[in-house]
């Protein structure tokens, strides 16, 4: 049987209480031991409802008091480098929230400190663990869409929707905490989701970043965000974020040689369907149709044209994948695989790092109005962004 592994949480605000302490409730194999949030009170009631054994305001101390196997960083970015470092050196393997870290310098630390103390790190990009995400990378690479040369990913959502509802304080505005929005915030999760599904580093970048829609006066991050990629594959791809659009849309487009596949927002998407769909222009017959094609063949009278032809027609294939476990549930479960069975993480640390290579390059592609060749030699530090010093 396998061991039961004790972990903790710094930082009890919002995405703990939706989707990290939810996760683990649910999960066998994961024991909550312990939460740490500068504000006790919520440290201590959020241990009491999820039946954790300790609290603590300082993140050192817990390190310090507990015999943690994991932990999850879940506090404003600014904090996650130190928080990070503390882990590795306690010996405790790190789940950090996204986006790692304010800067690309910080971003490395992370990995290095990680690697030194032989500590997994992986990064909370949970849109990876989203089922028709990971269907979507199966049939890139089975080469159901041939080349993938182009695609876009997008995620537009309006700061009202979680500042005001969800989030239990107000670091997001503050761009010293974050060093942006729209570009660090969601674009975390765009930039992570495109570079991954398309399997290929990034060669450079041009970009902006700018505050357009809010006034200063609510923040000085930025609410819009353009970029392009050239990947090291030659491929192409298109990153938008905004914090102004009402409407919540996350959506991928992804154009192969031999087909297109989109992925949406799960719950809702902009075309109220399911939340992927996939065209492939690929000589299938029904023997050799991947899977996920063949089991979404619908409705059956296809079937009939299907086993009469040789090869199945060509046309759009929406599909709905299950929606549980969910993204976060299957995020824990692949992090403690990683830690049991020794296995890199699917959203390494450096992937993690390469994310924040790319936020940081856009902000010096719109100071030069110029593509910005990737890694990056020196460290950007977004321009209202107040790195806090390494504690020793
Ligand atoms: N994956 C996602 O889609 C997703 C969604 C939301 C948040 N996040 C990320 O999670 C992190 C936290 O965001 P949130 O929305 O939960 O924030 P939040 O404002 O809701 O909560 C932050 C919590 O951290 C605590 N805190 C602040 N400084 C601390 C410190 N030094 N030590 C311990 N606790 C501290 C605060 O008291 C608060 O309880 C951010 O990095 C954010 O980007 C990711």
């Given at each position: 049987m396998e061991e039961i592994k004790k972990i903790g949480i710094v930082g009890c605000g919002s995405i703990a209480e939706i989707a990290h302490l939810p996760s683990i409730a649910k999960c066998?194999?994961?024991?909550?031991e312990a939460l740490c949030d500068v504000d006790s009170d919520r440290a201590e009631s959020l241990a009491k409802k999820w039946d954790a054994a300790k609290w603590y305001h300082d993140y050192r101390d817990m390190f310090s008091e507990t015999d943690l196997d994991a932990v999850i960083i879940a506090t404003p970015n600014n904090f996650h480098r130190n928080q990070v470092v503390a882990a590795a050196k306690a010996g405790v393997d790190v789940l950090v929230e996204k986006p790692?870290?304010?800067t690309n310098r910080e971003a490395w630390e992370m990995v290095e400190a990680c690697k030194k103390a032989k500590v997994k790190l992986m990064v909370g990009c949970d849109r990876r663990y989203w089922i028709h995400n990971q269907w979507a990378k199966e049939l890139i690479e089975a080469g159901v869409i041939g080349e993938l040369l182009m695609s876009r990913s997008c995620l537009h959502e309006h700061w009202?929707?979680?500042?005001?509802?969800?989030?239990?304080?107000?670091?997001?505005?503050?761009a010293a905490m974050t060093g942006g929005a729209a570009l660090n915030d969601t674009g975390a999760h765009a930039i992570d989701l495109l570079v991954w599904l398309n399997g290929s580093r990034v060669k450079r970048v041009v970009g902006v970043a700018k505050r357009l829609a809010m006034p200063e006066s609510y923040t000085k991050n930025d609410d819009t965000a353009l970029m392009m990629l050239e990947l090291e594959n030659g491929a192409f791809g298109t990153v938008s974020c905004n914090r102004f659009s009402p409407a919540v849309n996350q959506n991928t487009e992804l154009c192969g040689t031999e087909g297109t596949i989109f992925t949406c927002t799960d719950a809702t998407n902009p075309f109220q369907t399911w939340p992927m769909a996939v065209y492939t222009n690929k000589e299938y017959s029904l023997h050799t149709l991947p899977q996920v094609l063949k089991n979404y063949r619908w409705p059956e009278l296809f079937w009939v044209e299907d086993i009469q032809n040789e090869s199945v027609r060509k046309r759009w294939v929406p599909i709905c994948p299950p929606r549980h476990p969910n993204n976060y549930e299957r995020m824990l479960d692949h992090f403690l695989d990683c830690i049991t069975n020794n296995k890199q993480p699917l959203t390494s640390g450096e992937d993690g790092a390469r994310a924040v290579e790319v936020m940081c390059a856009v902000l010096k592609s719109q100071e030069s109005g110029r593509w910005v060749d990737l890694p990056l030699e020196e460290e950007i530090v977004p321009k209202y962004y107040k790195p806090l010093p390494l504690e020793e």
């Amino acid at each position: 049987m396998e061991e039961i592994k004790k972990i903790g949480i710094v930082g009890c605000g919002s995405i703990a209480e939706i989707a990290h302490l939810p996760s683990i409730a649910k999960c066998e194999q994961v024991k909550l031991e312990a939460l740490c949030d500068v504000d006790s009170d919520r440290a201590e009631s959020l241990a009491k409802k999820w039946d954790a054994a300790k609290w603590y305001h300082d993140y050192r101390d817990m390190f310090s008091e507990t015999d943690l196997d994991a932990v999850i960083i879940a506090t404003p970015n600014n904090f996650h480098r130190n928080q990070v470092v503390a882990a590795a050196k306690a010996g405790v393997d790190v789940l950090v929230e996204k986006p790692m870290a304010g800067t690309n310098r910080e971003a490395w630390e992370m990995v290095e400190a990680c690697k030194k103390a032989k500590v997994k790190l992986m990064v909370g990009c949970d849109r990876r663990y989203w089922i028709h995400n990971q269907w979507a990378k199966e049939l890139i690479e089975a080469g159901v869409i041939g080349e993938l040369l182009m695609s876009r990913s997008c995620l537009h959502e309006h700061w009202y929707l979680y500042q005001n509802h969800v989030a239990k304080t107000g670091f997001r505005l503050d761009a010293a905490m974050t060093g942006g929005a729209a570009l660090n915030d969601t674009g975390a999760h765009a930039i992570d989701l495109l570079v991954w599904l398309n399997g290929s580093r990034v060669k450079r970048v041009v970009g902006v970043a700018k505050r357009l829609a809010m006034p200063e006066s609510y923040t000085k991050n930025d609410d819009t965000a353009l970029m392009m990629l050239e990947l090291e594959n030659g491929a192409f791809g298109t990153v938008s974020c905004n914090r102004f659009s009402p409407a919540v849309n996350q959506n991928t487009e992804l154009c192969g040689t031999e087909g297109t596949i989109f992925t949406c927002t799960d719950a809702t998407n902009p075309f109220q369907t399911w939340p992927m769909a996939v065209y492939t222009n690929k000589e299938y017959s029904l023997h050799t149709l991947p899977q996920v094609l063949k089991n979404y063949r619908w409705p059956e009278l296809f079937w009939v044209e299907d086993i009469q032809n040789e090869s199945v027609r060509k046309r759009w294939v929406p599909i709905c994948p299950p929606r549980h476990p969910n993204n976060y549930e299957r995020m824990l479960d692949h992090f403690l695989d990683c830690i049991t069975n020794n296995k890199q993480p699917l959203t390494s640390g450096e992937d993690g790092a390469r994310a924040v290579e790319v936020m940081c390059a856009v902000l010096k592609s719109q100071e030069s109005g110029r593509w910005v060749d990737l890694p990056l030699e020196e460290e950007i530090v977004p321009k209202y962004y107040k790195p806090l010093p390494l504690e020793e």
